[in-house]
């Protein structure tokens, strides 16, 4: 990047600048596809919190009336749905790519970690979009995030309990469920990307010599 090529706008045009290598070209594509599988969750899930109402009374009522009375709130929700199901797809073909072609290692590993950090949380935010419905396959769907945040070594059983918000699940649960799906976990998968990213061009630079 040139001196003044810094921040966000920078690593953008480090990007677009950069030379792509003729074996990479697919990988790219399925960035591509990442990036705007992601933006079309954002933008989709903004649109669906100005009616959804993460309240156990409420809830049912407020996805019924975004299905039923706001203009175009089934298309809205059916693009949430199924761009969930594409970003995981998208996510998962994308590593088994850098996977087989051994593409993981050589000062590359950094890299591969954040893809993989990056497919477990977008695996998070469909399971735990899932449970805001708040219907019976809701209640067994927290109860089996509760089991698999208790198994995990150290920090399990705190997490669980944070997620829970008290001694049984309850209404608690399901606003903060909701604020780990809306806000907090996105977050995390942004930056997350926005690292994969830095990595790449920064490995292409000097693959290139320098000359990006
Ligand atoms: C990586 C990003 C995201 C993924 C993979 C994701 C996935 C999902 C899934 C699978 C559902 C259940 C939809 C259904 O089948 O009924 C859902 C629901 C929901 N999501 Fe997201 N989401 C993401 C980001 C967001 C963001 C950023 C927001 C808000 C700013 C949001 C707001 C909502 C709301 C309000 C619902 C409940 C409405 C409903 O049940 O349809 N989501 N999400």
Do not use: K
Request: proline content about 3%; aromatic content about 10%.
């Amino acid at each position: 990047m040139d001196g003044h090529d810094h921040g966000m706008l920078g690593l953008m045009r480090a990007t677009l600048r950069a030379p792509i290598p003729e074996h990479v070209r697919a990988d790219f594509g399925f960035a591509a596809l990442i990036m705007a599988l992601f933006l079309v969750q954002v933008c989709t899930g903004i649109m669906l919190s100005l009616y959804y109402q993460p309240s156990p009374d409420a809830v049912s009522e407020s996805v019924q009336f975004i299905m039923r009375d706001v203009s175009q709130g089934w298309l809205v929700r059916g693009l949430h749905h199924w761009a969930a199901a594409g970003l995981v797809a998208m996510c998962g073909l994308h590593l088994v790519r850098v996977f087989v072609s051994a593409r993981y290692h050589h000062g590359r590993s950094w890299i591969w970690y954040i893809g993989a950090l990056v497919l477990l949380l977008v695996i998070a935010s469909t399971f735990t979009g899932e449970i805001l419905g708040w219907d019976n396959s809701s209640y067994w769907r927290v109860r089996g995030l509760l089991e698999g945040l208790e198994r995990l070594p150290l920090i399990g059983a705190g997490l669980a309990d944070i997620v829970r918000g008290g001694p049984e699940v309850s209404a608690t649960t399901l606003s903060r469920t909701y604020t780990a799906h809306a806000m907090f976990v996105p977050w995390m998968v942004w930056m997350l990307l926005m690292a994969n990213l830095a990595l790449i061009v920064r490995d292409m630079r000097r693959s290139n010599g320098g000359a990006a």
